[in-house]
């Protein structure tokens, strides 16, 4: 991370989707899903999609904070899933597919708790993304990396990630 970039770690569902979806946006550098937020040491794909590792699937999101606010972030991350779900995303279920914000620089964290009661009312039900200082990131195996640009005709992709980038794109004019 350099002085004009910034990183974030972001909890949303599945990692495959999160990364699709940051992925779209002016702004982002780079977008690495991996694991974050439990105890086990160096995780492996398997070992969180048991449900004991403690860690969520994440995305380690860098962009440039002039081209893309922290709060344009935190739009799109409160927009592209269900923050009132606990520990589950639609099929997705477990501690793995929590929503979570994982900030590394403290300054962030005013924004990110002014940005979640800014948005609070725009429920129904109370939201439960879970916010924390990020203490290890780990990254995925290389398979999940650009992972809906590589398998787009695999039944996940085309019926979860494929219509979410389309509402996206047109919910935020891309």
Same mark, same amino acid.
């Given at each position: 991370?350099?002085?004009?970039?910034?990183?974030?770690?972001?909890?949303?569902?599945? #990692?495959?989707?999160?990364?699709?979806?940051?992925?779209?946006?002016?702004?982002?550098?780079? %977008?690495?899903?991996?694991?974050?937020?439990?105890?086990?040491?160096?995780?492996?794909?398997?070992? %969180?999609?048991?449900?004991?590792?403690?860690?969520?699937?994440?995305?380690?999101?860098?962009?440039?904070?002039?081209?893309?606010?922290?709060?344009?972030?935190?739009?799109?991350?409160?927009?592209?899933?269900?923050?009132?779900?606990?520990?589950?995303?639609?099929?997705?279920?477990?501690?793995?597919?929590?929503?979570?914000?994982?900030?590394?620089?403290?300054?962030?964290?005013?924004?990110?708790?002014?940005?979640?009661?800014?948005?609070?009312?725009? #429920?129904?039900?109370?939201?439960?993304?879970?916010?924390?200082?990020?203490?290890? #990131?780990?990254?995925?195996?290389?398979?999940?990396?650009?992972?809906?640009?590589?398998?787009?005709?695999?039944?996940?992709?085309? #019926? %979860?990630?494929?219509?979410?980038?389309?509402?996206?794109?047109?919910?935020?004019?891309?």
């Amino acid at each position: 991370m350099s002085e004009t970039t910034k990183s974030i770690v972001l909890g949303a569902g599945c #990692f495959w989707c999160t990364e699709a979806v940051y992925k779209m946006f002016p702004g982002i550098i780079s %977008v690495v899903p991996g694991y974050a937020g439990g105890h086990t040491e160096n995780p492996t794909y398997k070992e %969180v999609c048991s449900g004991k590792t403690g860690h969520a699937e994440v995305a380690k999101i860098t962009y440039d904070p002039q081209k893309l606010s922290l709060d344009k972030l935190l739009d799109i991350f409160f927009a592209m899933h269900d923050p009132t779900s606990m520990n589950k995303q639609g099929n997705d279920e477990g501690e793995q597919y929590r929503s979570t914000i994982m900030y590394m620089d403290d300054s962030d964290l005013d924004t990110i708790n002014r940005h979640i009661e800014s948005i609070r009312g725009s #429920f129904k039900k109370p939201i439960v993304t879970k916010v924390e200082k990020l203490k290890k #990131f780990y990254e995925a195996e290389n398979y999940h990396k650009d992972y809906y640009e590589n398998n787009r005709i695999q039944p996940y992709c085309m #019926f %979860v990630i494929t219509p979410k980038l389309h509402k996206l794109r047109k919910e935020f004019g891309l």
